[in-house]
């Protein structure tokens, strides 16, 4: 079981918008403003996509924004473009022992 | 340009050995935080250790504590991860990722395109 929790998928048509939501605790999301999201193509490797809850990377389409509210963290993802389908993780530092959680990940569809 | 590039993965039987590397280049490799993250077949990324920018100080997700040892050549300009005692449930593919400077930075902003390590007789 994963210490923060995304769900499972999500679906949106291209130009729409979506959200992936992702839920911790006091101990992470809720604590820190250390969110960072990850986009994952089949076969590579995870890439910075916000980081700092709503820091874009140098390079990253301003169609993708972060938020915070208490202790859930979302990615917005807005225009869908097919080159958007992928998994996306998010992740927080945490005190506990092991400083940095990930989240399950969700699969994002483009139609 | 930043690279990370491992290896050292492959099939080892329950209980065996293996040592992972991370070759790093394109940036000052004895600056920064490293780290190893896994990700099992079909299943999600879980961080697994880090190592500060001297090596002095290691941390280890309760899952491998004791059977992993994590540490770095900052003159080779490598990441190390020797893993011992391995468990069907290591299978995965193990990605390097670095935390950017300066510190205090909590996010991983670049990564190797990972090594699979099977585990299985």
């Known amino acids: 079981q994963s210490a923060l929790t995304q769900p499972a998928s999500v679906s949106g048509s291209p130009g729409q918008s979506i959200a992936i939501s992702c839920t911790g605790t006091?101990?992470?999301?809720?604590?820190?403003?250390?969110v960072s999201w990850y986009q994952q193509h089949p076969g590579k490797a995870p890439k910075l996509m916000i980081y700092?809850?709503?820091n874009r990377p140098s390079g990253v389409s301003n169609r993708f924004s972060g938020s915070k509210s208490g202790n859930t963290a979302s990615l917005t993802i807005s225009g869908l473009q097919a080159e958007d389908e992928a998994d996306y993780y998010c992740s927080s530092y945490t005190i506990s022992s092991t400083l940095e959680v990930f989240g399950g990940g969700t699969k994002l569809t483009v139609l | 340009e930043v690279q990370l590039v491992e290896s050292g993965g492959g099939l080892v039987q329950p209980g065996g050995s293996l040592r992972l590397s991370c070759a790093a280049s394109g940036f000052t490799f004895s600056s920064y935080w490293m780290h190893w993250v896994r990700q099992a077949p079909g299943k999600g990324l879980v961080w697994v250790s880090r190592i500060n920018s001297d090596g002095s100080t290691t941390n280890y997700a309760d899952s491998v504590k004791g059977r992993f040892t994590i540490s770095r050549d900052n003159a080779k300009n490598t990441l190390y991860l020797q893993m011992n005692s391995l468990r069907a449930e290591d299978t995965a593919v193990y990605y390097c990722?670095?935390?950017?400077?300066?510190?205090?930075?909590?996010?991983?902003?670049?990564w190797g395109q990972g090594t699979l390590v099977t585990v299985s007789s």
């Open positions: 990722a670095r935390f950017p400077v300066p510190q205090p930075a909590y996010y991983f902003d670049y």
């Open positions: 700092d809850v709503n």
């Open positions: 006091t101990s992470d999301v809720g604590a820190y403003n250390y």
